[in-house]
């Protein structure tokens, strides 16, 4: 790698390491595994960094962390890490609304899957293109995650058994 491609890859890093780490955290529900999703996306980036168009850059980091929570789903549970720690408080500009916790409670109950498809549609705002290209699934299998997803989401807040309070307002 020459050094502007270094200093251009350290520029994008910084630039949108932010966003990769909450999209991350809202795909898991989980500050460290996202922590660690977004480090091996931005070494695998790092790798591919000559290769990789800048235009899809953005689309191909989201890839690699969805993929690597997916995958990670899928290990057995005696290979799987725990942590319980709670998220880092809010940094300046962000909302600290107790419906904003509520959400993101409860997007941990969903299914993996489901969980990085309404991250994609709803919180990064891409369209289910974009988001199948991203999960490398088809335009279907987006709409159909997304309405279970979306189904799921509705009967947690119905029942509201993901905070163990009543429904929240």
Not at 11 to 38: N, Q, S
Not at 72 to 79: H, L, P, V
Request: proline share 4%; glycine share 6%.
């Amino acid at each position: 790698m020459t050094p502007e491609q270094e200093v251009e890859f350290c520029e994008y890093v910084e630039a949108r390491r932010g966003a990769l780490l909450r999209t991350a955290f809202l795909m898991c529900g989980d500050w460290h595994r996202a922590e660690d999703a977004v480090q091996t996306s931005l070494v695998k980036l790092y790798s591919a960094w000559t290769r990789t168009r800048r235009d899809s850059a953005e689309a191909y980091t989201r890839r690699i962390i969805a993929n690597s929570l997916i995958d990670e789903s899928r290990r057995g549970w005696f290979r799987r890490e725990r942590s319980f720690a709670e998220p880092p408080g809010p940094t300046a500009g962000e909302h600290t609304h107790d419906d904003r916790l509520t959400a993101v409670a409860a997007l941990a109950r969903l299914p993996p899957r489901q969980r990085a498809t309404l991250v994609l549609r709803f919180w990064e705002d891409l369209s289910v293109e974009e988001s199948a290209r991203i999960l490398r699934c088809s335009v279907g299998t987006v709409k159909s995650q997304t309405a279970r997803g979306l189904q799921t989401l509705r009967a947690l807040y119905e029942n509201a058994d993901f905070t163990g309070q009543g429904a929240p307002s």
